[in-house]
T-cell receptor, first 114, second 110 residues
Framework: GAGVSQSPSNKVTEKGKDVELRCDPISGHTALYWYRQRLGQGLEFLIYFQGNSAPDKSGLPSDRFSAERTGESVSTLTIQRTQQEDSAVYLC????????????FGAGSRLTVL | GQNIDQPTEMTATEGAIVQINCTYQTSGFNGLFWYQQHAGEAPTFLSYNVLDGLEEKGRFSSFLSRSKGYSYLLLKELQMKDSASYLCAVFSGGYNKLIFGAGTRLAVHP
């Protein structure tokens, strides 16, 4: 696609439910990042995929968080047993190659846990 | 570990010049980025520095000193639309990923 697409744009869920967030990167972009941004805060790194290499999961805050990506296509971020502190905007970004390249961000998925 | 510091908030007057500083400590360094983020929107790319010195792009300039672990973003002829958060991010070769600072919220007043 022309840009990075994320869905849903907004999600309201009850504490304890599971949620799945989707990111469709720019076609041909081998690298994909997930970041979390709490209200008024900076971007917190969660996970990084590069091609078919093993993902860098070092930013995932707990084992309730997981992410998958098949090849260079869509990625899903899953949060199990959501907690109120999970409320944030989840941003996905993609880029070409494995070096210091410009990231293109999606519009984000705003998650609210009641 | 990695640490990226920038001021939390700044204010400036329309038409003036403002400098937003960023200091970093990372394992390995492969470049520093500045992104702009308007409230409720996704970050957009502003500038990239990998060598020491000044990179100029219209009203925006970015400076890097690798030996000091220091960068700044200079915004000239400020406009109201420049009110946004400015995010400093370092691509750490050792970690092979882009790490962001907490961002600086800039408010431009008439």
């Amino acid at each position: 696609g022309a840009g990075v697409s994320q869905s849903p744009s907004n999600k309201v869920t009850e504490k304890g439910k599971d949620v799945e967030l989707r990111c469709d990167p720019i076609s041909g972009h081998t690298a994909l990042y997930w970041y979390r941004q709490r209200l008024g805060q900076g971007l917190e790194f969660l996970i990084y995929f590069q091609g078919n290499s093993a993902p860098d999961k070092s930013g995932l805050p707990s084992d309730r968080f997981s992410a998958e990506r098949t090849g260079e296509s869509v990625s899903t971020l899953t949060i199990q047993r959501t907690q109120q502190e999970d409320s944030a905007v989840y941003l996905c970004a993609s880029t070409t190659g494995s070096g210091a390249n410009v990231l293109t961000f999606g519009a984000g998925s705003r998650l609210t846990v009641l | 570990g990695q640490n990226i510091d920038q001021p939390t908030e700044m204010t400036a007057t329309e038409g003036a010049i403002v400098q937003i500083n960023c200091t970093y400590q990372t394992s390995g360094f492969n470049g520093l980025f500045w992104y702009q983020q308007h409230a409720g929107e996704a970050p957009t790319f502003l500038s990239y520095n990998v060598l020491d010195g000044l990179e100029e792009k219209g009203r925006f300039s970015s400076f890097l000193s690798r030996s000091k672990g220091y960068s700044y973003l200079l915004l000239k002829e400020l406009q109201m639309k420049d009110s946004a958060s400015y995010l400093c991010a370092v691509f750490s070769g050792g970690y092979n990923k882009l790490i962001f600072g907490a961002g600086t919220r800039l408010a431009v007043h008439p």
